[in-house]
């Protein structure tokens, strides 16, 4: 009973303290935390990090229930070959990026720091804790591990030449356009290749901004209306939609070519039985 009443004492202290700083209207910074600084956004992870029972535990049972659902989610669209390869990648980047959304709504975080003065008068709030979603240098590293995976996965499981066929080649059916049309066709798959590289060249900061967009923008919504029950509770949706759209996108990219190669092989298989 004491230590309920101590945990209880400390939870009621941080929630005054939260909530005294949204009334004097302070707000999150938009600018990127130093790179060198791991105080912020590593602490609210590593306070998650259990050791798994052989004997599972409620939340194990959980846990493992939202492998299953995640599984049954990304495999039809990464395809079978990529999968075992994808869906550790995919499974962390979700459960990293909703811890460190759903922190933000934690009491104390990101409102509970000190502020340091500069010679000209003006002041800087320094929260000890913040969501790493909700720090662009989070975003774009989350990011950059997800396109860098992305590239090692399919250049494993497509290969170089279905990667170029895909981007580059012809699609029209030889068979079934004319030919003074197909090379005509083959110019615009290549332009439109070319488009494509852009596109993907970009996805980084695409999924990047994507995340710390929202994270960020509903971080200050709840500092500026003094953390209000019902944009907590859309906070909480907000947070999950984002780590699905990011885990999701990445699992298109992948799927995209590996997939696409599943499907091939599958066709190939097809006329060669019809064949026999």
């Known amino acids: ?117 500069f010679s000209d008068g003006r002041h800087e709030f320094i929260p000890w804790i913040r969501p790493f979603s909700a720090d662009f240098n989070g975003t774009i590293a989350l990011a950059l591990v997800s396109f860098g995976a992305y590239l090692i996965i399919i250049f494993k499981y497509a290969g170089p030449k279905l990667i170029l066929w895909d981007l580059f080649g012809n699609k029209a059916d030889k068979k079934e356009t004319p030919a003074w049309l197909y090379p005509f066709l083959s110019l615009v798959f290549l332009i439109v290749g070319c488009i494509e590289v852009f596109s993907i060249a970009i996805r980084p900061f695409t999924l990047s901004v994507r995340l710390f967009g929202n994270i960020f923008g509903g971080e200050n919504l709840l500092h500026g209306t003094g953390f209000i029950f019902v944009f907590y509770f859309m906070e909480l949706l907000v947070g999950l939609i984002q780590a699905v759209v990011f885990t999701l996108l990445s699992s298109v990219y992948i799927g995209l070519l590996c997939n696409h190669g599943d499907e091939h092989e599958t066709a190939e298989g097809h006329a060669a039985g019809s064949h026999h």
């Open 1 to 117: 009973m004491p230590t309920d009443k101590k945990l209880l004492g400390l939870v009621a202290a941080l929630s005054l303290a939260t909530v005294s700083f949204a009334s004097e209207g302070g707000g999150v910074a938009a600018a990127a935390d130093k790179l060198v600084d791991f105080g912020n956004g590593w602490a609210v992870v590593l306070l998650t990090v259990r050791q798994p029972r052989l004997l599972p535990t409620k939340s194990q049972a959980v846990f493992e229930s939202l492998l299953e659902g995640l599984r049954d989610l990304f495999e039809p669209i990464v395809g079978k070959k990529a999968f075992p390869a994808a869906f550790p990648l995919l499974v962390t980047l979700f459960i990293f990026i909703l811890i460190n959304n759903w922190s933000g709504l934690l009491p104390g975080v990101g409102t509970i720091g000190w502020e340091r003065g």
